[in-house]
């Protein structure tokens, strides 16, 4: 195996990581401040990445579709806070998880209702559409811009959660929600705000993958399971920790799906282990979050003064 | 003079009805109707065996698809190397679901809340994986089931011995419910699950109860799915798909966790509407999601659960009104 095959590997593991950590910072603000399991939060993934799409073939220009995926996204996410997130804070995890569920069914078929049941294309943007040098290996500028984007999210998450003033209300409300209210902040806006934002991130995240993955109902699901694991691994509420384990988690993931193959072919046939080997990647991470709660319940990084 | 009991006259009612939908089917010619039937029935006992987790135990697993998984696997696989016996492989389905039940339990187990959710619906997706990536024995597009269980005086593949045969264990598993959770191990489940730190000061090792629950819960959903692979003639790794799970949720949530009866009114009131719905429009998901979210939102205790809560007003509006005589 040569150095650069595996540079290239690596930077798909990045590339992967980044994605998961524009979907786990979402999902874990609203579980480390709300307290609610979002399972709908890959809907809004599909949902960012059609609006996208179908932004992009009437448009033409990745712009616009960027800007239809997000805000549409982010409006999505206001509503479904606004209409079933917010009515089950206070309730158990069950609850939550029902309702979301329930919202799944009906994104996934409203998608398939609206834009059929065969997956959606969406062009590289011509501006990114060739190869980088980098360092002498050749890598898709499109891949290394999603890296760049998913860098510079994780900068602008760092800087408004640490050095603004929105990010000190959103600190506080993770601690105690009640004072902060009780201070004379409207605690349901800055909520709304925060939901809508990591619905946000998800768009971005969905716009994105589109040109890299095919645009289809239900594609929200594989990715959002991997990003919970993420997040239960990072330790639930910690941005930081989401970041780090989004990392961690994409290069196994990718490293496991690139090697694996290629060392069960050691000792198995080759169609056995090409079939065998993404299926062992994907149990890969299963079995290192399992790892990680046996050893460590509250995650890699948890939160602390709680 | 003591009150008729409404919860208890309609599971009587729906018990009969399910015991006549064979003699139904046959003097119809309806044979949907035993498939469907039978489909009520296996994913009552699935949630059943849930209930028992998740209503009793308060533990929310999400993967409880798992073992409907193994179970079907069981039978695919035995059969896939010529072994019909059904009595191996009910005896493979329970060793099996016990031992992954077992071990997944123990690791799942050191964790609550949205942890516990996530990590079961992690292990649960593993072993999803790893049927897909079992290429001999179908992978992805699952394994048909040649020779039904063969149990020597009955045989599986006969329509009417399976749905009796699930009845059967529906009904068992309801009166083992009900004297479970009124037996010692039972209160010790359901202190856990109001307040595990107080049974653990007053002596009780929650963990051991707890896994034991979550034991024998997969395996009698691991027995669910043997009888789902003898009745679809298939094992397939949708069958452990993380929706079977939710859907799973759905119907002992929809009939009214911890209570006995439940399960089997939620299997029966979600699997009738979904059929409704599939015959109204092609987009029934569309409709079915949105029931969720409001059930979820309003209906907290479940068809069952609001029967028992009517019951229950009922005799004290009779006792207020005898102490005032």
């Given at each position: 195996?040569?150095?650069?095959?595996?540079?290239?590997?690596?930077?798909?593991?990045?590339?992967?990581?980044?994605?998961?950590?524009m979907?786990?910072?979402?999902?874990?603000l609203?579980?480390?401040?709300?307290?609610?399991?979002?399972l709908?939060?890959?809907?809004?993934?599909?949902?960012?990445?059609y609006?996208?799409?179908?932004?992009?073939?009437?448009?033409?220009?990745f712009?616009?579709?960027?800007?239809?995926?997000?805000?549409?996204?982010?409006?999505?996410?206001?509503?479904?806070?606004?209409?079933v997130?917010?009515r089950l804070?206070?309730?158990?995890?069950?609850?939550?998880?029902?309702?979301?569920f329930?919202?799944?069914l009906?994104?996934?078929?409203?998608?398939?209702?609206?834009?059929?049941?065969?997956?959606?294309?969406?062009n590289?943007?011509?501006?990114?559409?060739g190869?980088?040098?980098?360092?002498?290996?050749?890598?898709?500028?499109y891949?290394?811009?999603?890296?760049?984007?998913?860098?510079l999210?994780?900068?602008?998450?760092?800087?408004?959660?640490?050095?603004?003033?929105v990010?000190?209300?959103?600190?506080?409300?993770s601690?105690?929600?009640?004072?902060?209210?009780?201070?004379?902040?409207?605690?349901?806006?800055?909520?709304?705000?925060?939901?809508?934002?990591?619905?946000?991130?998800?768009?971005?995240?969905?716009?994105?993958?589109?040109?890299?993955l095919s645009?289809?109902?239900?594609?929200?699901e594989?990715?959002?399971?991997?990003?919970?694991?993420?997040?239960v691994i990072?330790?639930?509420?910690?941005?930081?920790?989401a970041?780090?384990?989004?990392?961690?988690?994409?290069?196994?993931?990718?490293?496991g799906?690139?090697?694996l193959?290629?060392?069960l072919?050691?000792?198995?046939?080759?169609?056995?282990?090409?079939?065998?080997?993404?299926?062992?990647?994907?149990?890969?991470?299963?079995?290192?979050?399992?790892?990680?709660?046996?050893?460590?319940?509250?995650?890699?990084?948890?939160?602390?003064?709680? | 003079?003591?009150p008729?009991r409404?919860?208890?006259?309609?599971?009587?009612?729906?018990?009969?009805l399910?015991?006549?939908v064979?003699i139904?089917?046959q003097?119809?010619g309806?044979p949907f109707?035993?498939?469907f039937?039978?489909?009520?029935?296996?994913?009552?006992?699935?949630?059943?065996?849930?209930?028992?987790v998740l209503?009793y135990g308060?533990?929310?697993?999400?993967?409880h698809?798992?073992y409907?998984?193994?179970?079907?696997?069981?039978?695919?696989?035995?059969?896939h190397?010529?072994?019909?016996?059904?009595?191996a492989?009910?005896?493979?389905?329970i060793?099996?679901?016990?031992?992954v039940?077992?071990?997944t339990?123990?690791?799942?187990?050191?964790?609550?809340?949205i942890?516990?959710?996530?990590?079961?619906?992690a292990?649960?997706?593993?072993?999803?994986?790893?049927?897909?990536s079992l290429?001999?024995?179908?992978?992805?597009?699952g394994l048909s089931?040649?020779?039904?269980?063969?149990?020597?005086?009955?045989?599986?593949?006969?329509p009417?011995a399976?749905?009796?045969s699930?009845?059967?264990?529906?009904?068992?598993a309801?009166?083992?419910?009900?004297?479970?959770?009124?037996?010692r191990?039972?209160?010790?489940?359901?202190g856990?699950?109001?307040?595990?730190?107080?049974m653990?000061?007053?002596?009780?090792?929650?963990?051991?109860?707890?896994?034991?629950?979550?034991?024998?819960?997969?395996?009698?959903?691991?027995?669910?799915?043997l009888?789902?692979?003898?009745?679809?003639?298939f094992?397939?790794?949708?069958?452990?798909?993380?929706?079977?799970s939710?859907?799973?949720?759905v119907?002992v949530?929809?009939?009214?966790?911890?209570?006995v009866?439940?399960?089997?009114?939620?299997?029966?009131?979600l699997?009738?509407s979904?059929?409704?719905l599939?015959?109204?429009?092609?987009h029934?998901m569309?409709v079915?999601?949105?029931?969720?979210?409001?059930?979820?939102?309003?209906?907290?205790?479940?068809?069952?659960?609001?029967?028992?809560?009517?019951d229950?007003?009922?005799?004290r509006?009779?006792?207020?009104?005898?102490?005032g005589?």
């Open positions: 195996m040569s150095f650069s095959l595996f540079a290239i590997q690596m930077l798909n593991g990045l590339q992967l990581g980044v994605l998961l950590f979907l786990s910072a979402g999902l874990t609203v579980f480390g401040i709300m307290n609610f399991v979002n709908a939060h890959g809907s809004l993934y599909m949902m960012g990445a609006f996208a799409a179908a932004a992009y073939v009437r448009s033409e220009s712009l616009i579709a960027a800007l239809v995926g997000i805000a549409g996204s982010a409006a999505l996410g206001f509503a479904m806070e606004r209409i997130a917010s804070y206070a309730r158990d995890h069950l609850d939550q998880v029902l309702a979301t329930g919202l799944i009906f994104f996934n078929e409203l998608a398939r209702w609206i834009w059929g049941a065969s997956p959606y294309y969406m590289v943007p011509e501006a990114l559409s190869t980088i040098n980098l360092l002498g290996i050749s890598y898709s500028t891949r290394f811009a999603i890296i760049l984007v998913g860098l999210v994780a900068l602008g998450c760092y800087l408004l959660i640490n050095k603004t003033r990010g000190m209300l959103i600190r506080a409300g601690s105690n929600p009640t004072i902060v209210a009780a201070m004379g902040v409207n605690i349901k806006m800055l909520n709304a705000a925060i939901f809508a934002l990591g619905a946000a991130l998800a768009g971005v995240a969905g716009l994105m993958s589109g040109p890299i645009v289809q109902p239900g594609m929200g594989p990715i959002l399971i991997t990003a919970m694991i993420v997040i990072g330790g639930i509420g910690s941005v930081r920790g970041f780090y384990s989004a990392l961690i988690v994409g290069l196994i993931d990718t490293a799906r690139a090697f193959p290629l060392l072919r050691e000792f198995l046939d080759r169609a056995t282990a090409q079939a065998a080997g993404p299926a062992l990647a994907s149990m890969l991470i299963c079995i290192f979050m399992a790892l990680v709660l046996a050893l460590k319940p509250d995650g890699l990084f948890p939160v602390r003064n709680r | 003079m003591k008729l409404i919860s208890q006259w309609v599971a009587a009612a729906i018990v009969l399910l015991a006549l064979p139904y089917a003097f119809a309806e109707a035993m498939t039937g039978s489909r009520v029935l296996i994913f009552a006992l699935a949630a059943i065996s849930l209930n028992l209503g308060g533990m929310v697993s999400f993967g698809a798992l409907l998984g193994l179970g079907a696997y069981a039978v695919g696989i035995l059969a190397h010529g072994v019909g016996s059904g009595w492989q009910l005896g493979v389905t060793v099996v679901s016990a031992i039940g077992a071990l339990g123990i690791v799942s187990l050191r964790t609550t809340g942890a516990f959710i996530m990590i079961t619906l292990f649960a997706q593993m072993f999803y994986y790893l049927f897909v290429k001999q024995y179908g992978g992805d597009d089931i040649s020779a039904r269980s063969d149990f020597g005086l009955f045989t599986l593949g006969s009417t399976l749905y009796y699930a009845l059967v264990l529906v009904l068992a309801l009166m083992a419910t009900h004297r479970l959770v009124n037996a191990f039972g209160m010790v489940l359901r856990c699950r109001v307040n595990e730190r107080r653990k000061s007053m002596g009780f090792s929650t963990l051991r109860y707890k896994l034991s629950a979550y034991t024998l819960a997969s395996v009698l959903c691991g027995v669910a799915g009888l789902y692979g003898n009745l679809t003639g094992a397939a790794p949708a069958y452990l798909a993380w929706t079977m939710g859907e799973l949720i119907m949530v929809l009939g009214g966790m911890g209570t009866f439940g399960p089997l009114v939620g299997a029966l009131v699997l009738i979904e059929e409704l599939k015959a109204l429009t092609d029934w569309m079915l999601g949105p029931l969720i979210v409001l059930a979820a939102l309003t209906a907290r205790r479940g068809v069952y659960g609001y029967l028992l809560d009517w229950a007003w009922r005799a509006r009779q006792s207020g009104m005898r102490d005589s």
